[in-house]
Every structure is written in structure tokens, then in C-alpha cells.
DNA sequence: CGAGATGTTGACGACCCTCAAGTGCAGTGG
DNA sequence: CCACTGCACTTGAGGGTCGTCAACATCTCG
């Protein structure tokens, strides 16, 4: 059973599940999809998806937990983080080999596409709908990481991190989780990496930001008490 | 007639006919594509190709000259550069309404696709191909902003600026230009919005790269002396 | 409970932003 | 053709911000 806290996405509000992939296919319940998906499959933290060089085999998307991505194979470099009901690898479609690492970062549980299978299952016109979803998919990963380079690219220390912990409860709602009110499933030192800053700098800006009793932090937990001078900041 | 020394694209290298969209598609000539592509289309330096908010009804290839595009509807934040051969506004597929604002940044000339057209256009067999296309550019382009989003939280300016004259040297190269020798298209300030950085610290560190021989800098003109020293500042 | 990892704090210096003045370049009109 | 003018680019000085290093606290998990 998992812990309480935990956030677990319903299938409904899976990024998979919600679309004409999963659900208007199997609505129709024209081919099994069991061969094609394998569900809520369990993951311990620390355990990586695939490697960089690896083929570009399957979709994944996170049931409960979290992900991170790694540059290349070294886990120095932080790449982006994935929350439950997000969609890892869908940059790499086309693609023979991942550019990437993604690893668990802490125990949860995936979903997982056979892409070569997902393609010989359908008949055209299944493929039409799912392949425009994953199009739209990949599109709303680009905005996504638009938004990503804007916030890293920020002219101080401070703004990144009032723009970080916005972003990452507006990404947390997207899924049905409180916006204001999460559980971060980074270190410090990831924050860091991915945000081009010292592990310190973060833990400043941090408890910059609670001295102004703009959010409150007690080492993961976070609670954003003033969500709009927090969007402020960012102007 | 164009001048000397303006990049332009042969359609051979077009990223939109060097795919089944155009290619496989007119060699079969099933149907005249001239109602769905506005081919080669003069645009002004300035011109805007939308603007954040619009509705999103066409696809835009850069033929020849450059693009910008900005943050929301105001000209301060730049959010990315397209040069000749790539494409603009795939990010905003499967959305109502345009999330940035789109300019020529010199005279040049777009391709231009009509998105509704074009799927009334096409049978079903050719709309899987276009479909394919269309999702792997979308990811490839969200593998190109991961680059990005890397190159702008580089820890300091010196490497920021020699990440971006390599990797728009790489872009140029991808299209048949060269990667060592070419114009800037943006202004320094520009590039400080994009980079995050004061636009003297752009000017300043250009003159550090280029006092050390790793490239030279007159103006606009940029030539790089030596790739593997600028690759290497990156690690 | 203990040990190692993770998080926190303080001092100091390098880096980069701000402000202000000066230079070069392109387009315009005489 | 040349001076003029506006804008982009360049340069210098000074101060704030953030990275580095080292010591300490706290958390987590066996």
C-alpha cells in the first residue's frame, strides 16, 4: 500500500489515459491494448528508465513518483524533472536513440507504451488519433520547456526560484494536486543543477523568499502562502 | 535580387520539402498543394508573422532572412531565434491561440502552410506521413529547446555566449550553411534578453572569446577559430 | 541509535549588473 | 560627395549578487 502524501495520478487524469490513445481506443475495445501498454508498473527510486544511447523503445508516463533527466549519461547535469501525470522520452520520438537519462526519483509506479506495438495494433484511422495526440503532446512539451529556458534564464537567483516553485504547483494542478501546497521531490543540489546555481544559493533564496513570508519551506514541504506577489517576481 | 551573403535555404533543404509533407506528397501530384502552401513569401524586417494571442492557423518555414520571437505580446523578452531552414509556431499545434509574438528580424521570405487546408487537403494514407513529420519536427524542436534551456543556465556569461555561437553555428550548419562563418542576425541586446545577461557582459564577453582566438567578432560578422576550444569551455 | 547523506550558515572574493559617457556605422538630406 | 543624425555598439568605474570554501546542524535509514 502507499504511503499517504503520495501523489498518485487517477487514471482520468492521466496524460495517456485521458486522450483518444487509451481511452477512445479502448471505448471501442477494437484490439487489446494489454500488449501494448503495461500499467502502473511499479519503480524504486533510483532506478532508471532507460540511458542515453539506449533505443527509443517505449513512452513512459509517471503514475506516482517522480522522475529526473540527466544530460548525456553523467547525473551532473540536471536536465527536467517529471511529475506524476507527465510524459517522459516524447522529445526523443523519431529519434533511434535517447539523448537522455531519465532514473526514479523516488519509489512510485509508471505506465509504459510499446511504440513498434502501439503502431502494428491500430488500424488508420486509430492512428490518426493517437498520432495527433502525441503531436499535441510533443507541442505542449515544447511550451513547456519554453517556459523552462525563460524561467532558468532569469536575471537573478531569487526570481528562478520564486519561478521554479510557481511553476512546479501550476504543473502539479495541471494533474489535479494542490498548487500551493506540495511535497518537492528534489534535493537542493538538483534544484541547483537544473536552475545553473550554487546548492547554497538555493537554500538563500529559499529562505529569502519565507522571510518575506512569500511561501514557507520546512526541507521538502513546500506551502506558497502568497502566490500572487510570487507571480510578481517574475515580471 | 537578394544581396551577396544572405542565407537562404534551397528548397532541396527546406525543412518542410525535405519531408513527405512536400516532397513525397507533390511527386505523387494526388492533389495541387498551392491552396495550402504560400510558397517563398517576401516578408520585411519588423513585420510581425503573429502575434501571442492570435488564432493559430498556419505553420511558417523561414526560406531566407531570420525570425524572433517574443514572450507574450511585448518585445522585452525574447524567447528564441528561427534561422533560415527552420520552422515557427509548431509549439502552439493543437492549441486555440498563438502563446508568443512572431517577427522578421531582417527582410527575407517564409513558406507558409495552412493547417485547416491542409488536412481537408490530404487522404488518409498521406495524413498519417504528414502526421509523423509534424510529430517528429515538434520533437525535435523540444529536443533543440532542452539545448537551449542548458545553454541559458550555463554558470557564467563567458560560457552562456560561447554556447550560443556554437550552437548557432550548429543550426546554420543543419541547413547547408556554414558553421564557422556567419552573420548575426540579432542585435546584442537581443542576445542579452535571450542569454539573461546585461548586453555590455554580451559585449565584454565576446571580446574576452575573441582576445583569446577562440573567434572573431567585427559587428555582426562572426568567425569561429577554434570549435573544439569553445565546445570544450561547455563541459 | 549511529553513521552518512543532505541541508544550513557565515565569511570572502569574483563576477556581472548598473549607470554614464564615448565611439562607430548606416541611412538621409544638403 | 559629405556632413548630419540616430541608433547600435563599446568602454570604464563602482557596487550588489552569487559562487566557493569550510564548519556545523539535521534528517534519513539501516
Known amino acids: 500500500m502507499p504511503s499517504r502524501h503520495i501523489p498518485i495520478v487517477l487514471c482520468r487524469n492521466c496524460a495517456l489515459y485521458n486522450t483518444a490513445l487509451i481511452l477512445g481506443l479502448e471505448s471501442q475495445e477494437k484490439k487489446p491494448l494489454d500488449q501494448v501498454v503495461i500499467r502502473n508498473h511499479p519503480i524504486e527510486k ?3 528508465l532507460f540511458h542515453a544511447g539506449d533505443p527509443v ?6 503514475h506516482s513518483g517522480s522522475c529526473i533527466s540527466y544530460q548525456g549519461n553523467q547525473s551532473r547535469q540536471v536536465r527536467g524533472f517529471h511529475l506524476p501525470g507527465e510524459v517522459v522520452g516524447i522529445e526523443d520520438l523519431g529519434e533511434k536513440r535517447h539523448s537522455h ?4 526519483l523516488e519509489d512510485g509506479s509508471l505506465c509504459q507504451l510499446d511504440l513498434s506495438r502501439l503502431e502494428k495494433a491500430l488500424d488508420q484511422e486509430d492512428l490518426i488519433k493517437v498520432q495527433r495526440y502525441l503531436l499535441h503532446a510533443a507541442a505542449r512539451h515544447a511550451r513547456q520547456l519554453q517556459q523552462e529556458r525563460l524561467l532558468t534564464g532569469l536575471p537573478n537567483a ?3 526560484i520564486a519561478a521554479f ?3 512546479l504547483g501550476q504543473r502539479f494542478q495541471e494533474h ?3 498548487a500551493l501546497s506540495y511535497r518537492l521531490p528534489m534535493s537542493r543540489e538538483e534544484i541547483a543543477s537544473y536552475l545553473g546555481l550554487a546548492p547554497e544559493t538555493v537554500i538563500r533564496m529559499l529562505k529569502r523568499l519565507a522571510s518575506r513570508e512569500l511561501v514557507r519551506v520546512r526541507t521538502r514541504q513546500v ?3 502568497d502566490p500572487e506577489a510570487l507571480e510578481a517576481l517574475l515580471s
Do not use: K, S
Open 101 to 104: 537519462t531519465a532514473c526514479a
Open 158 to 160: 531569487e526570481q528562478r
Open 46 to 48: 533510483g532506478q532508471p
Open 176 to 178: 489535479g494536486f494542490p
Open 223 to 225: 506551502e506558497i502562502l
Open 165 to 167: 516553485l510557481y511553476n
Open 57 to 62: 523503445r517505449h513512452l513512459y508516463l509517471v
